[in-house]
């Protein structure tokens, strides 16, 4: 589990209060805890359709934090930050180092970034669909850089992009060969 300081850097990071958040927390784990005990836990769900989903974002923002190069996790929290104050393309800018270095990591030249990217898909890192949504987050990076014109949505959707490449390739693709490995045992 991450340490307190690193949970309220990133809950405030993502522009939510930190003690409306442990508050949640702590409910949202009394209620499980309730509930497993009661062997309620259809009840528990269909009354609060958000526990599930709460839960999986801070499962996978656990797994990043232990599995991703933190240079990269680092700048993805400083990429929300980013835009929340509306710089949006220092935010593109953020997005596309988090996107070099996921190259880096998994072995590839960077230079250009764009075959870097046809890597990833064509090596099984990451899947075709991930892979020409991130080359045209690459491309809207570019262009912001010399334009300096960049629209919220613009950056919104690159930081989805790039949040969707960091869970693909740090929590799915190796809980997924864990398990299947674990299964032909």
Not at 10 to 39: C, P, W
Not at 71 to 78: I, M, T
Request: hydrophobic letters at 45%; aromatic letters at 6%; charged letters at 25%.
């Amino acid at each position: 589990m991450p340490s307190e300081q690193v949970l309220v850097a990133i809950v405030t990071a993502l522009g939510a209060d930190y003690k409306e958040f442990q508050g949640l927390h702590i409910a949202a784990m009394d209620q499980m805890n309730s509930a497993i005990e009661s062997r309620k836990m259809t009840e528990v769900v269909a009354h609060n359709p958000g526990l599930a989903r709460k839960a999986l974002v801070a499962d996978a923002f656990e797994s990043l934090l232990s599995t991703a190069p933190q240079g990269a996790v680092q700048r993805y929290f400083e990429s929300h930050i980013a835009l929340q104050i509306g710089a949006y393309t220092a935010c593109l800018a953020l997005v596309r180092w988090i996107i070099e270095a996921v190259c880096l990591d998994q072995g590839l030249k960077i230079d250009p970034l764009r075959n870097a990217i046809r890597e990833l898909s064509r090596k099984g890192i990451a899947n075709e669909r991930l892979a020409n949504w991130i080359a045209k987050v690459v491309e809207v990076a570019n262009e912001s850089a010399h334009s300096g014109e960049v629209l919220r949505e613009d950056a919104e959707d690159a930081l989805s992009a790039v949040g969707a490449i960091l869970i693909e390739v740090y929590v799915a693709k190796p809980r997924s060969e864990a398990f299947s490995k674990r299964r032909r045992g």
